[in-house]
């Protein structure tokens, strides 16, 4: 056995609460290791503190009480079902949305710069009332010349 393997057991070892055959194999393990051995003391040193302390008076149903407290509030978590079903179908739903919207905008955008027409008649805004459709130009070229009436350029 190793140090990982005895450390384990040490503090059963402590306790005396191993099988003979056990006890056996930790306590020539430890003749032979230091390391284990100020583990094993260090446990010891702890077991005698805590004895220090004075045993706390508990109710007939305590633990019962402490376990219900414990299933209440892991039932108040969100569920598995909100978490592994709800979240991903909706970002795969805002997804969806966003390709249909941006491929309907772009299609817009697309027939709006490639018509045969010159002018298109917009809805009167005050000074701006007819609007030229580019040939060439990028979009912020069109925005530009909507917003500035055409003056941007």
């Not at 059963?12 to 051995?37: I, M, N, T, Y």
């Not at 004075?54 to 007939?60: A, L, R």
């Not at 390709?99 to 772009?106: D, H, M, R, W």
């Not at 027409?117 to 007819?130: E, K, R």
């Amino acid at each position: 056995m190793n140090c990982s393997d005895i450390r384990r057991k040490l503090a059963v070892f402590s306790d005396g609460g191993l099988d003979p055959a056990s006890k056996e194999l930790v306590s020539r393990h430890l003749d032979s290791c230091p390391e284990c051995q100020q583990e094993l003391a260090q446990l010891e040193r702890l077991d005698a503190e805590l004895d220090l302390f004075e045993e706390i008076e508990t109710g007939p149903y305590f633990a019962t009480r402490v376990k219900q407290r414990i299933a209440e509030q892991q039932a108040h978590r969100r569920s598995p079902w909100f978490g592994r079903v709800l979240v991903p179908t909706g970002a795969v739903a805002v997804t969806l949305v966003a390709a249909v919207v941006g491929t309907s905008l772009g299609r817009t955008v697309y027939s709006w710069r490639t018509s045969t027409q010159s002018t298109t008649q917009v809805a009167s805004t005050g000074t701006l009332t007819v609007l030229d459709v580019p040939t060439g130009g990028s979009l912020a070229t069109v925005s530009d010349r909507v917003f500035t009436g055409g003056k941007g350029e």
